[in-house]
């Protein structure tokens, strides 16, 4: 009787196991999401572009209100970003960006964050 529950117990971890151990066939990729350069970025849609944008725009205008709460000065790009960006629309942005990579297409491989900085808002700081 001893050794059926032991072996009950076995079978049914065993069995656990087994199903759990499934899901974990599917292996993964090195990076699970792509690096957003210019080839990402101009093969994806208009709204892929602006969920893009605004998720990273929701990010800076996180922590530039965290940094103001704690009267800390912001990051020189979240400082810039809210300058270069403060009266334009993600559709704006994303055009922008759009020509940026139309204009450039030998610099397709320049992520879409370097872009924004060292073509949009680098040279919009004002110090």
């Known amino acids: ?3 059926l529950r032991y072996f009950s117990a076995l079978l049914l971890v ?3 196991f087994t199903g759990t151990s499934s899901c974990f066939a599917q292996g993964t990729t090195a990076s699970p999401a792509p690096d ?4 990402v970025w101009m093969k994806s849609t208009d709204p892929e572009k602006k969920a893009f944008l605004f998720g990273a725009g929701t990010a800076v205008a996180l922590e530039y209100q ?3 709460k704690r009267s800390e000065e912001p990051s020189k790009f979240i400082k810039g970003w809210v300058e270069a960006f403060d009266n334009m629309s993600w559709a ?3 055009s922008r960006l759009d020509n940026y990579y139309e204009s450039n297409p030998d610099k397709a ?3 879409v964050f370097d872009v924004l900085w060292h073509e949009m808002i680098k040279p919009n700081l004002k110090n």
């Open 66 to 68: 965290m940094r103001a």
């Open 92 to 94: 704006e942005m994303a």
């Open 14 to 16: 065993g069995l656990l």
């Open 109 to 111: 491989n320049r992520l």
């Open 1 to 3: 009787m001893k050794i």
């Open 36 to 39: 957003v350069d210019g080839y």
